[in-house]
T-cell receptor, first 114, second 115 residues
Framework: GDSVTQTEGLVTLTEGLPVMLNCTYQ???????LFWYVQHLNESPRLLLK?????KRTEHQGFHATLHKSSSSFHLQKSSAQLSDSALYYC????????????FGQGTKLSIKP | EAAVTQSPRSKVAVTGGKVTLSCHQT?????MYWYRQDTGHGLRLIHY???????EKGDIPDGYKASRPSQENFSLILELASLSQTAVYFC??????????????FGHGTKLSVL
């Protein structure tokens, strides 16, 4: 079945440095939808980015990601980390044949230090 | 903004007891979901539904039942709660545009502790 694999565990960065969180996926279907959700402490997950177009960069709130179907990847990037970026980040996958199911990765905790 | 409300916000249950978690959405969405969140496992799908009076098994349905009596309401039922079911539970709703989910709207979560 479908699966999503993310950068493991905790990523700790100093404020101002670039952010890259890895996401790769597996699906037998040719037109997947990929998402990044962000969850701040004591909040619920909310959508950060989404894409279904191959090789097109999508951006929101300073973050960007590009879906690469050739490598089954959808990495999340930001040029300069801020303290407020500290949160749990989930990569997720869906496709039109999956009856509305959204499959999440295991999550990556991003911690930004001053 | 879409609204998904869960009740209760937190619950302490005894092992072997019955627990019902409730979810209500005012988004007019067809799809509703129950996920559990555990450190190291992320969000895992328990049950979901795309129409009233019908539910589907997700990836980890064992030990859980679901009920969708109306488009707005979706419940998760633990008939015999166990220690391993201690977790945070999230309800979500979505429209499945083009046949695929395009965005989930999550409730605030229910923290369940089974003792």
């Amino acid at each position: 079945g479908d699966s999503v694999t993310q950068t493991e565990g905790l990523v700790t960065l100093t404020e101002g440095l670039p952010v890259m969180l890895n996401c790769t996926y597996q699906t037998i279907y040719s037109n997947p939808f990929l998402f990044w959700y962000v969850q701040h402490l004591n909040e619920s997950p909310r959508l950060l980015l989404k894409s279904f177009t191959d090789n097109k960069r999508t951006e929101h709130q300073g973050f960007h990601a590009t879906l690469h179907k050739s490598s089954s990847s959808f990495h999340l990037q930001k040029s300069s980390a801020q303290l407020s970026d500290s949160a749990l980040y989930y990569c997720a996958l869906s496709d039109r044949y999956n009856q509305g199911k959204l499959i999440f990765g295991q999550g990556t905790k991003l911690s930004i230090k001053p | 903004e879409a609204a998904v409300t869960q009740s209760p916000r937190s619950k302490v249950a005894v092992t072997g007891g019955k627990v019902t978690l409730s979810c209500h959405q005012t988004n007019n969405h067809d799809y509703m979901y129950w996920y559990r969140q555990d450190t190291g496992h992320g969000l895992r799908l328990i049950h979901y539904s795309y129409v009233a009076d019908s539910t589907e098994k997700g990836d980890i349905p064992d030990g859980y039942k679901a009920s969708r009596p109306s488009q707005e309401n979706f419940s998760l039922i633990l008939e015999l709660a166990s220690l391993s079911q201690t977790a945070v539970y999230f309800c979500a709703s979505s429209d499945a545009g083009q046949g695929a989910v395009e965005r989930l709207f999550f409730g605030h979560g229910t923290k369940l502790s089974v003792l």
